[in-house]
């Protein structure tokens, strides 16, 4: 045998997959040429944290992407998937501070410089992991097109992007409420405060009305941030308070004068209508000391710590604070009831700890004015999700969009370019440091904070490719074609990306956003740490290989639904792959390397079998139907097709159709079955690449005469000529005639080897002349003795046992297939077994008292035992009456 067709036995995905991945990225087919006489297609990878490992959602979101660029790579597009990292600010400190712990230092020995180093040191180190675990997967990246958030060019679209927004006044400083992490130490966005309902109380407490004996009830779930309370608000309309507007309360422990203020923003009908008002740490309280001029005093420590304002509780914990006043309150006859009471409760996403909504000078993007264009984009269809119904939701999102808090009290990251004079106050926002104040000389300090990582991640499809610089990659790659992400960050980044791409590049980031589910396990919960449910893709590949884990992610997956994990398919999908191999070795073997089979298959029109016609046209069709499925993004779809084809139509039924033939003595007749096989594998190769990379690249590799390499091949696309509708007809009639033999044959247990006369009657020319095409095929695949057809039914044995088809009748002699007597035995046998059962069945039904306990899905389970029992039953004595 020639070199060329030495598959090896079975498929060892280990022993090929880094060899091959390793081929093509030294060839250079992963990096796209600017060629304006071709297409771009572009996809920017949602860039991985450096502080991640590959997990079950990154190999599903990358398989995706992986799958559109490879095919559009083969379709002719200048493709680029341009990969990269995220330096994740919060997640890669929160890292690097552990590390330091454990040395017994804090960031603040090393100094932001220092802390720095070691942040970039472990970036060096393990930042690229991730990065290695994307390429066993199989992910045709660009690498020489890799970026960092952090890198030069991100940080100069990052400060580009600040300042610009600066100087239009869509970026301020300001006092606002933001969510504060106690714990970490910073500031964190909305969307990343995880809200869980959470079992609390109710503190009703009342405040004397000053002068009064009278007093108002309040009900607050932090008791402790009445220490700012400098309002008790009521409904204007409220009858019960409308004497109190204007007039004053005490604070209670405090021992503080407070008005009591009308605003709309009270709900009459909820609790007593009244409600305290701490303007510094609640975000509705803020709303109204801003529209009633009230003080804001902050009451707590960015350590969660009351602060020296909170009087006697001045420097205790939150929560001991909490129990100190409630206590306090008990004593001094203001606490009314405890009511339980289940709230929503914000956590850190990093680190769990409940959030202190806070009054906080902080730098805010005024979303508003942003949000318009980006709602526009979507709303005329520039940007498309798919499945559409995300768009709602970003909708929603952006229609109630709040300001945007971009500072975060952490080092690693962009360090916000602004600076401020230590004399007059003056802030400078520049790019470069200037060394003296422009307005007085006086010397210059650069605000201390770093921007949230998303900042740098919304500019992502353009600053990658070079912006702000006018670059070749920017004019000919953007705007991207897709952006394939999970819901879970629609608001995180896509929301963000849109805006930011409107307002600096004016176009839409990406014309489709493909929105997937998440990998659940196999009972359907979230796989999650805490649970230990989780499934390393890494532990997949070693086991089955990359292509098992991409099709096991693939199969069954519709965009926008979660899915589920169940080894037991990624097992079924390395069969596949089994199954592909040994079909793919079975037509090298026999087929002769040194035959030209183009040449052979261009000039075989007419010398095709009806079984080469059927499956030319199938494939044909199956051209067309995947493609226009990864056109609608439905690769799951499109998965299951091409796995359809080759294992039943290609695997189970062509290749032992063809068998014969090869072996036949036929020269011409061999050739032209050969050259069909090797047609229809290397299509067949070809349309599931883009699922399973590396067994089809190695499988093509092997086929004589295929070009250099399947990722570089040409897509297949739908010929109208390889359509032949009739043929393909002519040949299902054919394979329904030995479906039908071969159930019969296996009903009655009949042995391979015990061959029958199969008479086939139609008065249908047309099926007559498809069975007679057919007949060696039912010879062979229908262990058919001999094959009569006949125009009516005439001289059939009495005894023949009969199939009907569509458009036929096929009869087969009884004595062709069983010894009468044993068979009367085994009947009467059977018949015997079905009267117990059904006596037994009807003994129950009949009994009252099982009728009256047993629920109605017992009852009807045993009914329908009753119906099949009958049914066959019924067989058996057709069937008896038949051979006696
Ligand atoms: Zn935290
Ligand atoms: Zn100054």
Redesign the pocket.
């Known amino acids: 045998m020639e070199e060329a067709k030495n598959l090896s036995k079975a498929y060892e995905p280990k022993q090929v997959e880094e060899k091959l991945y390793h081929m093509w990225v030294e060839n250079g087919y992963f990096t796209p040429e600017i060629d304006y006489d071709k297409e771009p297609y572009t996809i920017v990878i949602p860039p991985p944290n450096i502080t991640g490992q590959l997990h079950m959602g990154h190999a599903l979101d990358n398989t995706i992407q992986d799958i559109l660029i490879r095919w559009r790579r083969m379709q002719g597009y200048s493709t680029l998937w341009l990969p990269g990292t995220d330096h994740a600010s ?1 997640a890669t400190e929160a890292k690097i501070v552990e590390t330091l712990a454990k040395e017994g230092k804090t960031k603040y020995d090393l100094g932001r410089d220092g802390f720095l180093e070691r942040a970039w040191e472990w970036k060096r180190e393990y930042g690229g992991r991730i990065i290695n675990q994307l390429k066993k997967l199989g992910c045709s990246c660009d690498w020489t097109r890799e970026r960092f958030t952090l890198d030069e060019g991100c940080s100069k679209a990052v400060s580009k992007v600040f300042i610009s927004l600066y100087e239009k006044g869509l970026i301020y400083r300001g006092e606002r409420i933001i969510n504060w ?4 130490k ?1 500031s ?1 966005s909305d969307i990343e405060t995880i809200y869980d309902d959470e079992k609390g109380h109710f503190w009703h407490i009342k405040y004397p009305v000053n002068g009064t004996d009278d007093f108002i009830e309040i009900a607050t779930t932090r008791p402790e941030t009445m220490l700012g309370d400098t309002a008790v608000a009521v409904h204007p309309e409220d009858e019960r308070y409308k004497h109190l507007i204007g007039k004053t309360v005490i604070l209670p422990l405090m021992n503080k004068e407070i008005p009591v203020i009308a605003d709309e923003y009270v709900d009459m009908e909820f609790g007593t209508g009244a409600v305290k008002i701490t303007p510094a740490h609640d975000p509705n309280d803020f709303e109204v000391g801003l529209r009633h001029n009230l003080p804001m005093p902050r009451v707590m420590n960015d350590d969660g710590t009351i602060n020296e304002l909170g009087g006697k509780y001045s420097g205790l914990d939150r929560y001991e604070a909490r129990k100190q006043i409630v206590k306090d309150l008990e004593e001094q006859g203001y606490l009314v009831n405890i009511k339980d009471h289940d709230h929503s409760v914000g956590h ?6 409940t959030i202190e909504p806070i009054l906080s000078k902080q730098w805010f993007v005024k979303m508003k004015p942003l949000a318009e264009p980006a709602i526009e984009v979507v709303e005329d269809g520039r940007v498309k999700f798919v499945p559409d119904r995300f768009s709602k939701i970003y909708f929603n999102w952006m229609e109630n969009i709040q300001d945007w808090c971009i500072s975060r009290q952490l080092w690693w990251g962009h360090r916000i370019p602004a600076y401020y004079c230590q004399d007059c106050g003056e802030i400078i926002v520049a790019d470069k440091a200037p060394e003296k104040c422009s307005k007085c000389g006086g010397e210059l300090k650069q605000d201390e904070d770093t921007l949230d990582t998303w900042f740098s991640s919304a500019l992502w499809p353009f600053s990658t490719l070079g912006w702000p610089e006018e670059t070749e990659d920017l004019k000919y790659f953007y705007p991207t074609s897709v952006l394939v992400t999970g819901y879970d960050i629609i608001f995180f980044w896509v929301a963000r990306m849109i805006f930011s791409a409107m307002e600096n590049m004016k176009k839409e980031p990406f014309k489709y956003v493909y929105i997937h589910g998440i990998v659940r396990d196999a009972e359907g919960r979230k796989m999650s740490k805490s649970l230990g449910n989780g499934i390393d893709p890494l532990d997949v590949i070693d086991k089955y290989g990359a292509d098992a884990l991409r099709f096991n992610l693939i199969s069954g997956n519709s965009p926008g639904n979660d899915m589920r994990f169940f080894w037991e398919r990624v097992e079924a999908f390395s069969n596949f792959a089994n199954k592909i191999w040994n079909a793919a070795r079975f037509v090298l073997m026999n087929t002769d390397e040194n035959k030209d089979y183009n040449t052979i298959f261009n000039s075989s029109k007419d010398n095709f079998t009806t079984a080469d016609y059927w499956i030319l046209s199938k494939l044909n069709k199956l051209i067309k139907e995947v493609t226009d499925n990864m056109e609608k993004f439905e690769l799951g779809i499109a998965a299951q097709k091409i796995y359809d084809f080759i294992w039943f139509e290609f695997c189970d039924w062509y290749i032992e159709l063809v068998k014969p033939r090869l072996y036949s003595d036929l020269d011409e007749d061999k050739s032209v079955a050969q050259a069909t096989l090797i047609h229809v594998l290397k299509n067949s190769m070809k349309l599931l690449h883009p699922f399973m990379p590396f067994i089809t690249e190695e499988i093509y590799s092997h086929i004589p005469q295929a070009s250099e390499s399947i990722v570089i091949s040409r897509w297949p696309e739908y010929d109208e000529a390889m359509d032949f509708a009739s043929q393909e007809e002519n040949m299902e009639i054919i394979m329904e005639a030995i479906k039908g033999i071969r159930n019969i044959r296996a009903e009655m247990n009949v042995v391979p080897s015990r061959k029958s006369k199969t008479i086939i009657v139609s008065d249908r020319e047309e099926v007559r002349n498809a069975m007679e095409e057919g007949s060696s095929y039912i010879q062979k695949l229908a262990h058919s003795s001999e094959v009569i057809i006949k125009g009516e039914k005439k001289d059939i044995p009495e005894d023949a046992v009969s199939i009907i088809i569509e458009g036929a009748e096929i009869f087969l002699p009884l004595e062709d297939l069983i010894d009468k007597e044993k068979e009367i035995e085994r009947l009467m046998k059977e018949k015997e077994k079905l009267d117990k059962e059904l006596e037994r069945v009807r003994g129950k039904l009949s009994n009252e008292k099982f009728i009256a306990k047993a629920p109605d899905k017992v009852i009807q389970e045993e009914k329908d035992k009753e119906k099949k029992y009958m049914e066959l039953m019924d067989k058996v004595l057709e069937r008896l009456k038949v051979l006696k």
Do not use: E, Y
């Open positions: 919060i992490c106690p714990s970490c910073t964190i850190c996403q990093r680190c769990n700890t």
